[in-house]
Nanobody, 124 residues
Framework: QVQLVESGGGLVQAGGSLRLSCAPS????????MGWFRQAPGKTREFVAA????????YYADSVKGRFSISRDNAKNTVYLQMNSLSPEDTAVYYC?????????????????WGQGTQVTVSS
């Protein structure tokens, strides 16, 4: 099973940027599609973005499209979520996850493994 560790969260002012990183363990990282989802206080988990093994395919939630960008560097065994133009509505715990296979997650049900999450707080 893939172990996932997120980093890069923190406190940022509205309009600012953060880049989250996810470093899965294990040699099979390059075989997996990866993604991010988030959970805001008092709300259900929300799909954010996902990327295929080769980076050829990406999906984004409408709420982040045009502001967030998912990418991966298989050589560094890391997947990223660049978040720009952040707003207080983006405040949440962000989780890195994987489908555990080659299919790119399009919703929460597609994630099979995920990490402990990293807190992102956007102040107004």
């Amino acid at each position: 099973q893939v172990q996932l560790v997120e980093s890069g969260g923190g406190l940022v002012q509205a309009g600012g940027s953060l880049r989250l990183s996810c470093a899965p363990s294990g040699r099979t990282f390059t075989l997996y599609a990866m993604g991010w989802f988030r959970q805001a206080p008092g709300k259900t988990r929300e799909f954010v973005a996902a990327i295929s093994r080769t980076s050829a395919t990406t999906y984004y939630a409408d709420s982040v499209k045009g502001r967030f960008s998912i990418s991966r560097d298989n050589a560094k065994n890391t997947v990223y979520l660049q978040m720009n133009s952040l707003s207080p509505e983006d405040t949440a715990v962000y989780y890195c996850g994987t489908s555990g296979g080659t299919w790119v997650p399009k919703n929460l049900a597609d994630f099979r493994s995920w990490g402990q999450g990293t807190q992102v707080t956007v102040s107004s």
